[in-house]
């Protein structure tokens, strides 16, 4: 009998032990959940740029659906309105085919254009056969904003780049190249149809994207290619093709208006209304970036001065 009772105290022994150790385990395994959930939003929390507190934009009255103001410098958003609505981005897209343009080949390579590349809408007045070094093309376009320029680009060096004399594969596959871009700069709202933005339909555009991610792009911009950028500050320039001279009168109205002006996009479809981006130093070596989606043809430009004016008044401490 004795012999019996002490098995089944021994058996109980274990059995005890047993679900202390599961007992034990399981709240090592919460803990552990807990803290790397913890863990997981603390670093999330870390990578998102702050959201200033502050007066200077209250009475700030934009016409824009979507608006976007960034501190490139403390990483901190001084305003924000729609920022990540999906919105036509018109010729806002030219800037990603400038980037990409640059990625894939030397700024001095050749780009001759051709007459098949002269049927988009507008005329900036470039010339069948005429030649031109890609980074001055591409400074030219941005300028501009010339919608024959972005498809001369896109349709050489995308070719080039696929060794194929069919200039049409070579514009689809650049075309997808931008969208790889866009992927990998974690632009979650953009995506291209075109290269320049212009409308491709009564119901799509040629590119969708949100404000923030516009100023993502434009932010890597300035830290990764300024030289992109460097022409589109200037209200008026010469630019030159191998054989011509181009005056190159930027559609930016208010280009005088901002200070210290570093960056400057503008965009207009019948889709897209209104659109443009800059950056301006609103003080030596602090860049913000201002973006405005959705405007008008006249608002855009309202808009932005308002934005940089308020921008200004945040930087004085007002």
């Known amino acids: 009998m004795e012999n019996k009772n002490e098995k ?26 807990i803290s790397l959930k913890n863990l997981t939003r603390a670093i999330e929390n870390s ?13 700030v009255e934009l016409t ?12 901190k958003v001084l305003f924000q309105k729609n920022e990540t609505a999906q919105l036509p981005l018109a010729s806002l897209t030219k800037l990603m085919t400038a980037l990409v343009a640059t990625n894939l080949m030397p700024k001095n390579s050749r780009v001759t ?3 098949e590349f002269l049927t988009t809408e507008g005329d900036s007045g470039l010339a069948d056969g005429e030649n031109w070094k890609l980074s001055d093309l591409l400074d030219f376009s941005l300028v501009v904003s010339s919608n024959d320029g972005a498809r001369s680009v896109a349709s050489v060096v995308g070719a080039t780049i ?17 969208n790889t871009e866009a992927h990998d700069l974690g632009l979650g709202q953009t995506y291209f149809v075109n290269e320049s933005g212009l409308d491709e339909s009564p119901t799509q555009s040629g590119a969708y994207g949100s404000a923030e991610d516009i100023s993502k792009l434009l932010e890597y911009m300035l830290k990764n290619k300024p030289e992109i950028l460097e022409m589109t500050k200037f ?34 479809t019948e889709l897209a209304g209104g659109n443009l981006v800059i950056a301006f130093d609103a003080s030596i070596g602090h860049p913000v970036v201002v973006v405005v989606l959705g405007s008008t043809q006249d608002g855009r430009f309202t808009d932005v001065v308002n934005l940089v004016n308020a921008s200004m008044k945040y930087e004085r401490g007002e």
Do not use: C
């Open 8 to 33: 089944i105290s021994s058996w109980l022994l274990v059995l005890n032990a047993v679900l202390v150790f599961i007992a034990v385990a399981l709240v090592f395994f919460i803990y552990n959940v």
């Open 47 to 59: 990578s998102q740029p702050t959201v200033a507190q502050n007066n200077a934009f209250d009475n």
């Open 64 to 75: 824009a659906k979507s608006a976007y103001v960034f501190d490139v410098v403390n990483q």
């Open 113 to 115: 254009i051709r007459k």
């Open 162 to 178: 696929n060794n194929t004399s069919d200039f049409d594969v070579g514009r689809q596959d650049f075309i997808k190249q931008m």
């Open 235 to 268: 209200g008026d320039s010469n630019i030159s093709s191998l054989s011509k001279t181009h005056d190159a009168q930027s559609t930016n109205e208010v280009i005088n208006k901002i200070p210290g002006l570093l960056a400057s996009k503008t965009g207009y």
